[in-house]
Structures are given as C-alpha cells and as structure tokens.
C-alpha cells in the first residue's frame, strides 16, 4: 500500500477545487460504501485525484468533466496540459472546452469506415 504525505494530498485536492474543510474530519472523514455521503462531483475529483497520486505513465479519463463545475473543469484542464509534456493522456468526451488543449483528437463521429463484428 502507497503513503502519501498529508501536504501533496492537500495540494492535490485543492487544484481539483474539491474543499475538503467542508468535511467532517477533513481527509480523516469515511466514505460509507456506495460514497453517498458525498457529490457525484467530488467522487469524480477524489477518482481523479487517486489516479494522479499513483503518478502512471498512461492516463484515461472517460468523461472526466460528466459531474464537475466550470471552475472545477478549468482547474482539470489547467492539470492536464501541465501533465501532458510527460505522460500520455486519453481523454474520452463529449466535452468540446478540451479540443484546445489535445495534442491530437479522434473524432468518432466523423469515421465513415465500417466496422464489421466477426461473431
């Protein structure tokens, strides 16, 4: 099991705008099992966080804006550009604010080749 000193935590969680002083016991506080004690939203920037800590060459994102406010998406945006000169990030969205910032961009949409299943 990875230990993380308190202070990058805090960093973290504070450049993904999740404001942890609104918990209870801080980053002490339990989540019950299905998360319902908190937003969809700081779910999805607890995910985020998580997967920045653990600091991978690679990094997925599907949909990662799908619960976030527009400061919250300006932050994660602001993240990933910055990460972006090391590693290789995978975004999966809907969310056209991200075009600015890709490298490349596949648009799924506009594929007219047909795939064909084999079964």
Not at 29 to 51: D, M, V, W
């Amino acid at each position: 099991m990875e230990v993380y000193d308190y202070k990058t935590i805090d960093k973290l969680l504070k450049d993904l705008n999740v404001n942890i002083d609104k918990f209870h016991e801080g980053l002490n506080t339990k989540l019950n099992e299905a998360s319902s004690n908190i937003s969809r939203g700081e779910k999805l920037k607890i995910a985020i966080a998580r997967t920045f800590l653990k600091d991978p060459d690679v990094i997925v994102l599907d949909e990662p804006t799908s619960a976030l406010d527009v400061v919250s998406i300006e932050k994660l945006k602001s993240m990933l550009t910055a990460l972006k000169k090391e590693k290789i990030i995978l975004i999966v969205t809907h969310n056209q604010e991200f075009l600015n910032i890709a490298d490349e961009v596949i648009d799924l949409n506009r594929i007219s080749k047909k795939v064909e299943c084999l079964v």
